[in-house]
């Protein structure tokens, strides 16, 4: 299992960012895939998944109506749109495939939300 996120960066509160994240070395279009995240000095927190064909998704309450989740399965890559930031949204945000709890991640992209 290999996966590339990328997209974070440093914004004001408000402001929007699109993360992406390629995936390799498992069959993508058959795999329920997530995002966790990372704040500092935290532990690793759900953020959204998406199941297989995409037809179902669900986030935690800290990001419901301001994140949405999507997939590619021709490209094999997965999205977070992420609108409406907030400071409290800072952290090293990663895509897993929820199957292995998260434990098949990648190296994560830094957002930093902050004025």
């Known amino acids: 299992v290999q996966l590339v996120e990328s997209g974070g960066g440093l914004v004001q509160p408000g402001g929007s960012l699109r993360l992406s994240c390629e995936a390799s070395?498992?069959?993508?279009?058959?795999?329920?895939m997530s995002w966790v995240r990372q704040a500092p000095g935290k532990g690793l927190e759900w953020v959204s998944s998406?199941?297989?064909?995409?037809?179902?998704?669900s986030y935690a309450d800290s990001v419901k109506g301001r994140f949405t989740i999507s997939r590619d399965n021709t490209n094999d890559t997965l999205y977070l749109r992420m609108n409406n930031l907030k400071t409290e949204d800072t952290a090293v945000y990663y895509c897993?495939?929820?199957?292995?709890?998260?434990?098949?991640r990648g190296q994560g992209t830094q957002v930093t939300v902050s004025s």
């Open positions: 070395g498992f069959t993508f279009s058959l795999t329920d």
């Open positions: 897993a495939t929820t199957r292995s709890a998260y434990r098949d």
């Open positions: 998406i199941a297989p064909m995409g037809l179902t998704t």
